[in-house]
């Protein structure tokens, strides 16, 4: 340990593992007892601890490259986050359940990730990393740039009522849109031909969805417990049976036709 930090040592680099402060805005030391700060957050549990309400800002030195799959999980107090030039890779999880989070913020010299009003994408603007779960707005226009929406990507943005998803997206991840609890309606594109599993998992108030001929993967439960889904048109060349689409949905709420 050192100070507030608990880390683990390779090579003479140092991973921060936990963190034991009395949170607020917490900046990450570049160093600890000498030894150069690389990578933030490790394997489960997070840093600040599964449902940390103290923490409600980090900032993130030069010195780190590596942002770890639970690094910031379940932290719902978090509401910003700055993210050096220095950083190359960040894992799926590492703002899940952040239910307050509405700004990542990436400096501009960052060669792999960037950001656009709180948003965080990829340098190039073609993959959609995370919409930050503590934004309010009632909707989004995804931009023209974006081929792939990512996993996770708009897990429990629930104040989302409308997501508006333009003609260059291809891929839509897994729980790209797991527990968008208020969305009524999404427009999937004839540019999309594939859907993750578990993409559109407890969108509550989904109440219908139509999914283009261009579709030829649809992942398992990508429609579970969407409990107002009353109506889903699925291309006729698509074949669901054994993926458990539309788990634990009965017969009576979901009319499937085919294109």
């Known amino acids: 340990t050192s100070g507030d930090w608990t880390y683990s040592v390779s090579d003479n680099q140092a991973t921060i593992t936990r963190y034991s402060g009395a949170g607020g805005a917490v900046e990450i030391p570049a160093v600890v007892d000498g030894i150069p700060v690389v990578k933030v957050g490790d394997d489960y549990p997070p840093i600040f601890g599964n ?45 899940l359940d952040c239910t307050n989070l509405t700004n990542i913020a990436v400096e501009d010299g960052n060669s792999n990730y960037s950001s656009v009003d709180g948003v965080l994408f990829n340098k190039l603007q073609t993959l959609l990393v995370q ?29 989302l009522t409308s997501i508006t998803i333009p003609d260059s997206v291809t891929s839509i991840g897994s729980n790209a849109f797991y527990s968008c609890t208020s969305v009524v309606s999404i427009t999937i594109p004839d540019s999309v031909t594939s859907i993750g599993g578990y993409a559109f998992e ?18 398992i439960s990508a429609f579970k417990n ?4 009353a109506s889903v048109t699925l291309p006729a060349t698509l074949f669901i049976g054994g993926n458990y689409s539309f788990y634990s949905l009965s017969a009576e709420q979901v009319r499937v036709e085919k294109t």
């Open 131 to 159: 919409y930050p779960a503590g934004i309010l707005d009632n909707s989004y226009t995804i931009p023209d740039s974006v081929t792939s929406i990512g996993d996770e990507a708009f897990h429990s943005c629930s104040s």
């Open 51 to 95: 449902g940390n309400t103290t923490v409600t800002s980090v900032t993130i030195p030069d010195s780190v490259t590596s942002i770890g799959v639970y690094a910031f999980y379940g932290c719902s107090s978090l509401t910003s986050i700055t993210i050096p030039d220095s950083v190359t890779s960040i894992g799926e999880y590492a703002f």
């Open 226 to 229: 969407c409990t107002s889904l």
């Open 202 to 219: 407890a969108c509550t108030k989904l109440v219908s969805i139509t999914i283009p001929d261009s579709v030829t993967s649809l992942g």
